[in-house]
């Protein structure tokens, strides 16, 4: 089997448009537009050579006003266009399970946004099975919000703080000194058990540092407990037939390490890009390398930071030339994402919107796949292009 895949997903990067973004009071989100709306001189030229802004006009309408001064340096026939999600919820395992050819149709459970948000007996069972006298929070939150608001209790009480979001989850912050790190990771593999019959998408771990309120910060050691695929995926079937599927970052947890023949620990735009370079410069043929590239949503889209968002976009697109030396004849890239984050939005949550599809590579035929009806186009280009048999869900543009 000649030539890899590499996918590289860029968290929340969506380009607005979604046809039903009225039915999760999103309409008019626009994370790109945005973003170039608010932030004159959004440098991004390689993206943009792609075919990245024609795409997200197409897709919403809209024209994206980004910097011409420069041109972009990736001088490879390229495939561009915009995917609609079908999955019912708008969260990050949603998203990537869909690409990877599963969409979650029936859509997540949901924890209640108001005190209490945990039903009494799960907490009931957490507390007793994780040995901890009791719990904070309890209610939906901003995560960096709650740590400043209950920290300096958490650290006196050591009782850990629980918090949930507008996504399908339970998400646990504690101190990583006072708390310790493993002994967080053990309670969320606990809370993991209980919140199953409820259909959760995801434990979050969330610790932190610091020592008193306002002056508390989360580390990069956020760990993620999804829930199993409930049929089969992309990296599935690539390891099934043989192939080796690499996944950097949060990739790992996202498909609760499953379908994965190579797990590599990244966090950071510049720890990722640095791993996915060294990864494509030393995968064999048919292998898959898959990257999430989780800054977009956890640091700016989250926390409604515009320049942030912006400036990060910069910067992935600056390091987008240096994956061309390594590519060989029959590889292909995919650059995508997973929903949208707009950080001009109300609130703190993700938006619906349509996400790119950018494919480039040396024996690309150059052409605009316009409007794609799921994410899962991509599950059936891979498959396609390794061979392998096709899902039930989406079309090849291949």
């Known amino acids: 089997m000649k030539g890899r895949v590499i996918i590289l997903m860029m968290d929340s990067f969506g380009i607005g448009g979604a046809p039903d973004a009225r039915a999760y009071a999103n309409e008019g989100a626009n994370t790109l537009g945005h973003i170039a709306e608010n932030y004159p001189g959004l440098k991004i030229p390689n993206m943009k050579k792609l075919g990245l802004c024609q795409a997200a006009f197409e897709a919403s309408g809209c024209l994206v006003k980004v910097d011409e001064s420069e041109q972009g340096k990736i001088n490879l026939p390229c495939k561009f266009g915009h995917a609609k999600e079908i999955s019912k919820d708008k969260d990050t395992v949603s998203g990537h399970w869909e690409m990877a050819g599963l969409p979650n149709l029936d859509g997540w459970g949901h924890f209640k946004p108001d005190y209490p948000s945990f039903p009494k007996e799960v907490i009931e ?57 493993q002994r967080l990771y053990a309670l969320c593999e606990v809370a993991y058990r209980y919140v199953q019959p409820y259909h959760i998408g995801r434990i979050i771990a969330r610790p932190f540092v610091g020592e008193k309120n306002g002056e508390f910060v989360r580390t990069k050691n956020r760990k993620d407990y999804a829930a199993l695929p409930f049929g089969e995926t992309l990296l599935d079937k690539v390891k099934q037939a043989g192939g080796n599927v690499i996944a950097v970052g949060a990739i790992n947890d996202i498909y609760a390490h499953r379908g994965i023949t190579k797990p590599v620990h990244a966090a950071g735009l510049e720890d990722l890009w640095n791993a996915t370079l060294k990864e494509v410069q030393e995968a064999p043929d048919f292998s898959l390398v898959f990257t999430n590239f989780e800054d977009f949503d956890m640091y700016y889209g989250h926390r409604r930071n515009v320049v942030g968002y912006a400036e990060a976009l910069e910067y992935f697109d600056q390091r987008l030339p240096e994956l061309v030396p390594f590519l060989q004849d029959e590889d292909i890239v995919i650059l995508t994402a997973d929903h949208g984050n707009d950080p001009t939005w109300e609130g703190t949550d993700h938006t619906r ?46």
């Open 353 to 398: 919107e349509q996400v790119p599809i950018l494919m480039f590579g040396k024996r690309v035929v150059a052409e605009n796949i316009g409007q794609r009806d799921t994410f899962a186009d991509i599950a059936q280009t891979v498959a396609s292009y390794f061979k392998l048999s096709l899902f039930n869900y989406g079309k090849s543009f291949l």
């Open 125 to 181: 069972n957490i507390c007793r099975d994780g040995k901890i006298d009791g719990i904070l929070g309890n209610k939906a939150a901003s995560g960096t919000v709650i740590i400043q608001e209950l920290g300096e209790e958490h650290i006196q009480s050591g009782k850990p703080i629980f918090y949930t979001s507008a996504d399908s989850n339970m998400q646990i912050a504690a101190h990583e000194k006072y708390f310790g790190l």
